[in-house]
């Protein structure tokens, strides 16, 4: 199954509500929802009130990468406000399987979020204790940023070692997808897509998560 995830951050953030209709128009799975400290990453966005409001307005799970230094102080705060999935980087987590665990026991999907220039072999010791991998395919900390094709090939290896261990991990890939990109990603192993500007900057945001999700089919066949 193909997962199609409008990221917010993207979209007018004077109007989040109109954000969340549109994922809703478009037949979104999921709204992808970053978090960034200005600390971990060169940019300051939205906090758990804003997660907690946008909770109380969509159907839809919130897909939430927290894009964060030391995410163990957050867990609690993100986890109350409704996220149904929470992504923590590698680059970010003293104690990794911890916080994996801690999401889980906190009622959300868990996740680990890699940053382009990070290896997945780094992850073989912890798939067992995460339900997604978050490969970013730019250097995080802004939306609208070009594709790093080089991330397919991070997908292919990583999608290989979960066949080979028979893990019920899926891969999510966040940064510069669009209709050109979206088959290859899923032909790499990508089941779920998160898009930004190829949405939320389209001249009909609604229909482009639909042209989304068919290119990205074609890559399923």
Known sequence: ????????????????AGALDIAERGGADLVHVDVMDGHFVPNLTIGPPVVAALARRTRLPLDVHLMV??????????????????????EAATHLDRLLGAIRA???RAGVAVNPATPVENLVDVLHACDF???????PGFAG????????DKARRLSAEIATRALPVTLELD????????AAA?????????????????????AAIGALRRAALEGSR
């Open 175 to 182: 940064g510069g997808v669009g209709l050109g990109n979206a």
């Open 106 to 108: 906190g009622g959300a």
């Open 145 to 152: 940023q070009a594709f790093l094709p080089r991330t397919l």
């Open 133 to 139: 991998v978050l490969l970013m395919s730019v250097n």
């Open 186 to 206: 899923v032909r790499s192993g990508v089941k779920t897509l998160v898009a930004g500007s190829s949405v939320y900057g389209a001249a009909d945001p609604v």
């Open 69 to 90: 230094e030391a995410p163990e102080r957050l867990l609690d705060a993100y986890l109350a406000a409704g996220a149904a999935r929470l992504a923590v980087h590698w």
């Open 1 to 16: 199954m193909i997962e199609i995830a409008p990221s917010v951050l993207a979209a007018d953030l004077a109007d989040l």
